[in-house]
Nanobody, 119 residues
Framework: QVQLVESGGGLVQPGGSLTLSCAAS?????MAWFRQAPGEEREFVAA???????NYSESVKGRFTISRDNGENTIDLQMNSLKSEDTAVYYCAGSWGRLPIAPPAYGSWGQGTQVTVSS
Protein backbone atom coordinates (compact mmCIF):
# COMPACT_ATOMS: atom_id res chain seq x y z
CA GLN A 1 0.00 0.00 0.00
CA VAL A 2 1.24 3.46 -0.83
CA GLN A 3 0.90 6.25 1.69
CA LEU A 4 -1.00 9.32 0.49
CA VAL A 5 -0.91 12.82 1.97
CA GLU A 6 -3.25 15.59 0.83
CA SER A 7 -2.73 19.32 1.15
CA GLY A 8 -4.28 22.56 -0.07
CA GLY A 9 -7.74 22.58 1.46
CA GLY A 10 -9.29 25.66 2.98
CA LEU A 11 -12.06 28.22 2.87
CA VAL A 12 -12.97 29.85 -0.45
CA GLN A 13 -15.82 32.03 -1.64
CA PRO A 14 -18.35 30.80 -4.19
CA GLY A 15 -16.96 31.25 -7.67
CA GLY A 16 -13.42 31.05 -6.40
CA SER A 17 -10.63 28.58 -7.09
CA LEU A 18 -8.53 26.19 -5.04
CA THR A 19 -5.87 23.60 -5.83
CA LEU A 20 -5.50 20.37 -3.88
CA SER A 21 -2.32 18.30 -3.98
CA CYS A 22 -1.62 14.70 -3.06
CA ALA A 23 1.81 13.14 -2.58
CA ALA A 24 2.24 9.37 -2.78
CA SER A 25 5.05 7.35 -1.22
CA UNK A 26 5.28 5.23 -4.38
CA UNK A 27 3.76 4.75 -7.80
CA UNK A 28 0.22 3.47 -8.41
CA UNK A 29 -1.61 3.08 -11.69
CA UNK A 30 -4.69 5.20 -11.02
CA MET A 31 -4.83 8.08 -8.57
CA ALA A 32 -8.10 9.78 -7.78
CA TRP A 33 -9.98 12.29 -5.72
CA PHE A 34 -13.13 11.50 -3.78
CA ARG A 35 -15.14 13.73 -1.49
CA GLN A 36 -17.50 13.24 1.40
CA ALA A 37 -19.92 15.81 2.80
CA PRO A 38 -21.44 15.42 6.28
CA GLY A 39 -24.11 12.76 6.28
CA GLU A 40 -23.33 11.75 2.71
CA GLU A 41 -21.57 8.80 1.14
CA ARG A 42 -18.10 9.18 -0.27
CA GLU A 43 -18.38 10.12 -3.95
CA PHE A 44 -16.02 9.97 -6.89
CA VAL A 45 -14.68 13.29 -8.19
CA ALA A 46 -11.89 12.63 -10.68
CA ALA A 47 -9.21 10.08 -11.56
CA UNK A 48 -6.07 9.90 -13.67
CA UNK A 49 -3.93 7.00 -14.83
CA UNK A 50 -0.17 6.72 -15.17
CA UNK A 51 -0.60 7.54 -18.87
CA UNK A 52 -2.78 10.55 -17.96
CA UNK A 53 -6.12 9.20 -19.12
CA UNK A 54 -8.77 10.93 -17.01
CA ASN A 55 -12.32 10.50 -15.79
CA TYR A 56 -14.53 13.08 -14.09
CA SER A 57 -17.88 13.02 -12.35
CA GLU A 58 -20.58 14.94 -14.17
CA SER A 59 -20.91 17.36 -11.27
CA VAL A 60 -17.35 18.68 -11.67
CA LYS A 61 -16.71 18.21 -15.39
CA GLY A 62 -15.61 21.50 -16.95
CA ARG A 63 -14.81 23.06 -13.57
CA PHE A 64 -12.17 20.73 -12.08
CA THR A 65 -8.95 19.53 -13.69
CA ILE A 66 -6.85 16.63 -12.44
CA SER A 67 -3.18 16.42 -13.31
CA ARG A 68 -0.28 14.14 -12.47
CA ASP A 69 3.49 14.27 -12.10
CA ASN A 70 4.77 10.70 -12.39
CA GLY A 71 8.33 11.66 -11.49
CA GLU A 72 7.20 13.14 -8.18
CA ASN A 73 4.29 10.69 -7.58
CA THR A 74 1.92 13.59 -7.08
CA ILE A 75 -1.47 14.62 -8.37
CA ASP A 76 -3.24 17.95 -8.25
CA LEU A 77 -6.89 18.90 -8.47
CA GLN A 78 -7.46 22.39 -9.82
CA MET A 79 -10.96 23.46 -8.76
CA ASN A 80 -12.55 26.47 -10.43
CA SER A 81 -16.01 28.07 -10.22
CA LEU A 82 -16.51 26.51 -6.81
CA LYS A 83 -20.02 26.13 -5.45
CA SER A 84 -21.34 25.65 -1.94
CA GLU A 85 -22.22 22.07 -2.84
CA ASP A 86 -18.51 21.37 -3.41
CA THR A 87 -18.00 21.70 0.35
CA ALA A 88 -16.66 18.38 1.65
CA VAL A 89 -13.63 16.54 2.91
CA TYR A 90 -11.57 15.62 -0.15
CA TYR A 91 -9.65 12.36 -0.17
CA CYS A 92 -6.82 11.19 -2.39
CA ALA A 93 -6.89 7.50 -3.32
CA GLY A 94 -4.81 4.99 -5.27
CA SER A 95 -5.86 1.93 -7.27
CA TRP A 96 -4.29 -0.62 -9.63
CA GLY A 97 -7.49 -0.64 -11.67
CA ARG A 98 -8.11 1.60 -14.70
CA LEU A 99 -10.10 4.67 -13.61
CA PRO A 100 -12.53 2.95 -11.22
CA ILE A 101 -15.21 5.15 -9.64
CA ALA A 102 -16.24 2.89 -6.74
CA PRO A 103 -14.42 3.46 -3.43
CA PRO A 104 -13.86 -0.27 -2.73
CA ALA A 105 -11.64 -0.42 -5.85
CA TYR A 106 -9.11 1.80 -4.10
CA GLY A 107 -6.73 0.22 -1.64
CA SER A 108 -4.87 3.33 -0.53
CA TRP A 109 -6.39 6.45 1.01
CA GLY A 110 -5.16 9.70 2.45
CA GLN A 111 -6.48 11.31 5.61
CA GLY A 112 -8.49 13.95 3.76
CA THR A 113 -8.45 17.72 3.54
CA GLN A 114 -11.41 20.01 4.21
CA VAL A 115 -12.72 22.29 1.46
CA THR A 116 -15.35 24.81 2.49
CA VAL A 117 -17.06 27.03 -0.08
CA SER A 118 -18.87 29.84 1.67
CA SER A 119 -19.25 33.60 1.60
Amino acid sequence: QVQLVESGGGLVQPGGSLTLSCAASGSVFTMAWFRQAPGEEREFVAAITWSRDTNYSESVKGRFTISRDNGENTIDLQMNSLKSEDTAVYYCAGSWGRLPIAPPAYGSWGQGTQVTVSS
